[in-house]
DNA sequence: TAAAACTTTAACAAAACTGTGGCAATTATG
DNA sequence: CATAATTGCCACAGTTTTGTTAAAGTTTTA
């Protein structure tokens, strides 16, 4: 699954420019001319990195910026504002309501992508290193193999699909609601009871992979009455 | 605890710039001044940000990162390049070498605090965000863990939720019509006193928390009459 | 000082929540 | 086509959480 941009420009030279630089380094590109447009796309199809024009009709981008760090499900997604203005004014700004990077105008192709790879890396590593860790559990995302202390641990689909996404977001509490979506995709229906059943089995598979004796400590933590999260074991259990 | 960041630079004055900026920034600064000087800093103790100079006696910045990204335990250290050059070649190059960010010389001390905090929001959401700190208390939203003095705290839900709503509204006094407002929403049926329970429930919980003999001053205040309030302990008790 | 007003907290039953074996339906796999 | 694997759901059992009540403790008022 490719890995989905959102690029909101209201300058159309701009976002073919943005769009044809993104899409040569392999990145899907979804195009927003305003920022409201930009708001329901991104609620509609969850892009993993939104690059946002400062000034826009409507919304601006620093406005929008803003609306997304305050709703729990965007608080997140990575956002790169961009400029025509290069003073250090405007820069800081941008950062200190929340935006990840900043890039100036004129740029260069290559610098732009460079501050996408660098942000994607470091806010979804999944998607760029394709390897995940957390403690002693290791996915390989290109392989699916997954192992546990250097034992191979064997998952069905959706398990691993949900350890990736937890793995992710290690120590993050995800609710019944917000798994449905991120494993499940967001048109499907299906009982929230479901992911439990789904983390008793991944529990089952991760804390005891090995043929030899060993017991691994539970690496989940079932955060009653909110959802589910990874845990590092604590050193008394 | 507070956030670590170590800077290695090989020129005393652009040092003791950085240092100067960031601490008032309320960082705690180490400092090193070459490469080799900083990776042991770093394999000892464990900054939480590092910043190095493109240019360094021994192991210049781009080297010591290349290394950093090498090894497993420092993978995911955030890392800042800082370079006299500002061409977008070594812009580019620093990016695509594994730094998460990159500023050229001239920068202003605003800029360095504004990126620092960036990078830090996105590698470690834990330290910048859904945060809420009273006193020795600290209640992170994203992974719904309580700790007093460093020590972790169970809660229920209802507890919690209280709690939280305690602590986004530091000293103030709240009704119990408004706490059951806030914690419980407003067109639910529960009497008043249930508050109480509630109260004496989470002040159990949080003024003893750990196992060690430690007693805990109460954080919160009782208003006779009025509600409850979280209150920051005087010297007497 | 006694009564009144208010708060704390133990106890308990009801309600809510979670873990998991089992089952049927569906989907791969050989 | 037969067999195995995966998936979603139900239902029961076991826990934890929650709201109420009531008794006991404090503070204020008259």
Redesign the interface.
Known sequence: MAIKILIADDEPNQLELLSFNLGKAGYEVIRAEDGQQALDIIEDSHPDLVILDWMMPHISGIELCRTLRSRPET??L?VILLSARGD?CD??LG??I????YISKPF?P??LV??V???L???R?ALIDDVL?FHDLVLNQTTMEITRADQPVALGPKECRLLAILMERP???LSRAQLLDLVWGHNVYVEERTVDVHMSRLRKAINQPSKNGTVYSDLIRT????GY?LKAPSDSD
Chains 1, 2 share one sequence.
């Open positions: 608080r997140h990575p250090e820069r800081t950062l200190d929340g935006a990840d990077d260069s290559r610098e460079s501050r790879t660098a942000l890396r470091r806010s590593p860790e120590g993050r509490v955060v009653r009455g909110s999260a």
